[in-house]
């Protein structure tokens, strides 16, 4: 991997040093000259550059993830090909939760579930545009410099499922360590995978160790295919969540969007997290952490770094001796300079520095400055200038935006001698109040005045059916990205009741018996009225229709009148069919429905009268 450092990538991601490798791939820090940023370039293997198909669904993957925005995604800026596929994305710093198992102790059960509820948030949005990760592992899980989790390698493990150099046709897509009973099985993939997989991991960093890990991988594959997990103790009031989470049955478990509820209301009963403490991005060849030179970034030089002083004589000594990155002879002429007379400089000024201590021969004093609602950089150089440590804290202040000083300690107007410790109170916005489920089952107007009294900003309202709580109370409550406390100033949006959905009349109970349309109809929750009506075409006793009409919406509890058929409706016999010839009576009679007959006398003879006579009504037939 030091070999390509210097290395130019598609004409504009200059490679600067190593993070680390896979088996299908190797990650590097680079400069985006272009830009002039920090990223991260993930260049994979030799064998798949010439695989059509993995290319084809490289492209396909790599514009997908890079459609996805969210906090809690880690960013695709680009892809290309230059001898080798190779993708690029945000540089995190913050290392990955991988390297935090590898050099921390475990999480608490606190931190655990803010690890699990920030990567579900992630999962959950990217689950929603239809793309399933199928690979969430420590690994994959990666941290910023402020300590927020990002999900990496979305879609990769897909493409390289389908890369034949990889896996054959039916293998396990994702780390078997973390696959779930359908992945062991060959069976579909959904977004509950990713959801098992997470619990996977809960239970590994509370604990140390993944359920049903084994020496091989089919064993490890084999021991999860019919158990569920068995969370540890050490996830406390997790464990329930993990649990089921954890289901053998896919249908069992949670999506992302309940997994977050859970862990949400779970939030409640654990203290708040301590701080993470975050590995950093490790940036190693052959094992040894190499530290990126700082003159090679933001530079838009293209030129290749020349080799460092002399190439390890044989593999044992390139094994036992660190490699060191130059930037090269011509790079560093142009930029050594400045650092040296930077170096003379500080020389200068501490040389002047003592001999005004040794002349005045006593302390030096500054007053603290009033540094209030000043941003914090400018407020720790001007700390800086006067000489004084900074120790930095946050706090919150619902006058002070985000970013700016709060205040210090000591206080402004102080005399401190140079050198003391100035504490530098930093705002991270207004102060919080807890989060307003407890409006949840109050009317709007309620709910409205409490978030306002509470600092908070009524938001958008919207409507939603509900069966069993009545229009116009708060079903939800809707924040951005929030775990328990929230900060003043927030606007919030809530979910309203619009009571039970409308139902819809069938259009198909014309016809049915009247037993079976009463349980259809009271199963919808409606009253039911029963009349009757005459019907040419229903049978007598069958249903003819309803009121209201079939499609009709109407509320859970309305009255529904079902109308039953009475057969045909009677018809009156004309006196037109006396003193007509019988032929002329055959055809009226029979052209009312009426089946006719000659009881006495011969066709040729006019018509005296009729059984029933004329006058009476009749059923048709």
Known sequence: MAEQVGRVLGDRYRVVAPIGAG?????????????????????????????????RRFRAEAQAAAALNHPHIMAVYDWGYDGRPFIVSEYLAGGSLRSMLDDHDRLTSSQALLVGLEAARGLEYAHKRGLVHRDIKPGNLLF????????????????????????????????????????????????????????????????????????????????????????????????????????????????????????????????????????????AVDGVKVDPDPTMLASG???????????????????????????????????????????????????????????????????????????????????????????????????????????????????????????????????????????????????????????????????????????????????????????????VDMVVSTGPALRVIPDDLVGQEYAEVEEILKGMGLEIEQSTAFDNEIEKGLVAGTEPGASEEIKRGDTVTVILSDGPEPVTIPPEIINVSFDEAEEILQNLGFRVSLSSGTTDQPVCGSNPSAGQALQPG
């Open 301 to 491: 030089s293209t030129t290749k770094p020349a080799a460092s002083a002399s190439a390890p004589a044989n593999d044992a000594q390139s094994k036992s001796e660190p490699v060191v990155i130059d930037p090269g002879e011509e790079l560093g002429a142009q930029r050594r300079w400045p650092w040296v007379m930077l170096g003379l400089l500080a020389l200068l000024a501490g040389a002047g520095f003592i001999g005004y201590q040794v002349l005045v021969g006593g302390e030096v004093n500054h007053d603290i400055p009033e540094l209030r609602g000043e941003p914090k950089d400018e407020a720790v150089s001007m700390l800086n200038e006067l000489g004084f440590e900074i120790v930095p804290q946050d706090g919150r202040d619902d006058e002070i935006a985000a970013g700016n000083v709060i205040g210090t300690e000591p206080a402004a107007g102080e005399s401190l001698e140079e050198g003391s410790e100035v504490v530098l109170i930093t705002s991270l916005g207004p102060t919080t109040v807890p989060r307003p489920d407890d409006l949840i089952g109050e009317t709007v107007e309620v709910a409205r005045s409490e978030l306002i009294s509470r600092g908070l900003v009524p938001g958008a309202e919207t409507g939603r059916n509900d069966e069993t709580i009545e229009a116009g109370l708060v079903i939800a409550i809707d924040l951005p990205d929030t775990t328990v406390d929230v900060p003043k100033g927030t606007t």
């Open 144 to 283: 910023d410099e402020e300590g927020r989790l990002r999900i990496a390698d979305f879609g990769l493990a897909r493409a390289l499922a389908e890369a034949a150099w990889t896996e054959p046709t039916g293998a396990v897509v994702g780390t078997a360590r973390y696959a779930s009973p359908e992945q062991a099985r060959g069976q579909t993939v959904d977004q509950r995978s990713d959801v098992y997989a997470l619990a996977l991991v809960l239970c590994e960093v509370v604990s140390g160790e993944v359920p049903f890990s084994s020496d091989t991988t089919i064993g490890t594959l084999m021991a999860r295919v019919d158990q569920p997990i068995d969370p540890p103790a050490e996830l406390g009031v997790l464990a329930g969540i993990v649990a089921r989470a954890g289901s053998l049955d896919v249908a069992d478990r949670p999506d992302a969007g309940e997994f977050v509820l859970s862990l949400m209301a779970s939030a409640e009963s654990l203290p708040r997290p301590e701080q993470l403490l975050l590995p950093g991005a490790v940036l």
């Open 23 to 55: 088996s299908s791939a190797q990650v590097f820090l680079a400069d985006d000259i272009t830009l002039r940023r920090r990223v991260a370039v993930k260049v994979l293997h030799d064998a798949l550059a010439d695989d059509e198909v993995f290319l």
